[in-house]
């Protein structure tokens, strides 16, 4: 089966840079998209084709991708980023896949 | 302004069945794939279905495949889950979902999301 595995949790301090890794375990290469959700809220995309901001996202998200992982940075961290995250790609056969996300907490 | 918004959810018993329908506004509904995603209390996203621009392609999760069937009405702008056979872990807020980008799907990820409908199977 196709997974994307993620930490549970990932902890940072305000002001600093947080990363999330989304690991895949096979290698058929589809872009990746992350998610921020918010406790009671629908998700929003942050992310999406591994790098790429939607308008309106602020330029302390980025995205990369290397060999098998998928990475969502956030630069400057802020309180307001305190949220669940989770990574999401497309598979032949499995479609499409959610990571089990992960919870930032900005201590 | 672009807008998704599900009806249909509700209490059910296990082995029954509801439609939920998610109408769309802001955007041509016709040119764009969708899905919905559900997300069972305290867990994470679980994709269900998607269906392509036209309603010819649809695609699903193993765990609802064969008890579940996803179509649209690009007349109406509306999408339609219809869901039978429900089972406790069907449980969950259901989210329609706009696929980011024209005509094709798994590029671009989902770049609008309803607020969802919750679904309660239970006796």
């Known amino acids: 089966s196709y997974e994307l595995t993620q930490p549970p949790s990932v902890s940072v301090s305000p002001g600093q840079t947080a990363s999330i890794t989304c690991s895949r375990n096979?290698?058929?290469?589809?872009?990746t998209s992350w998610y921020q959700q918010k406790a009671g809220q629908p998700p929003i995309l942050v992310i999406y084709e591994d790098n790429k901001r939607p308008s309106g996202i602020p330029e302390r998200f980025s995205g990369s991708y290397s060999g098998n992982t998928a990475t969502l940075t956030i630069s400057d961290t802020q309180a307001i980023d305190d949220a669940d995250y989770y990574c999401?790609?497309?598979?032949?056969?499995?479609?499409?896949?959610f990571g089990d996300g992960t919870r930032l907490t900005v201590l | 302004e672009v807008q998704l918004v599900e009806s249909g959810g509700g209490l059910v018993q296990p082995g029954g069945s509801l439609r939920l329908s998610c109408t769309a506004s802001?955007?041509?509904?016709?040119?764009?794939?969708m899905s919905w995603v559900r997300q069972a209390p305290g867990k994470g996203l679980q994709w269900v279905s998607s269906i392509s621009v036209g309603g010819g392609a649809t695609f699903y999760a193993d765990s609802v495949e064969g008890r579940f069937t996803l179509s649209r009405d690009n007349d109406k702008s509306t999408l339609y889950l219809q869901m039978n056979g429900l089972r406790g872990e069907d449980t969950a807020r259901y989210y329609c979902?706009?696929?980011?980008?024209?005509?094709?799907?798994?590029?671009?990820?989902?770049?609008?999301w309803g607020q969802g409908t919750t679904v309660t199977v239970s006796s």
């Open positions: 802001g955007f041509t509904f016709g040119s764009h794939a």
């Open positions: 999401q790609a497309w598979d032949s056969r499995a479609y499409y896949v």
């Open positions: 979902v706009k696929e980011r980008i024209e005509m094709v799907i798994g590029i671009e990820g989902m770049d609008v």
């Open positions: 096979k290698l058929e290469r589809t872009p």
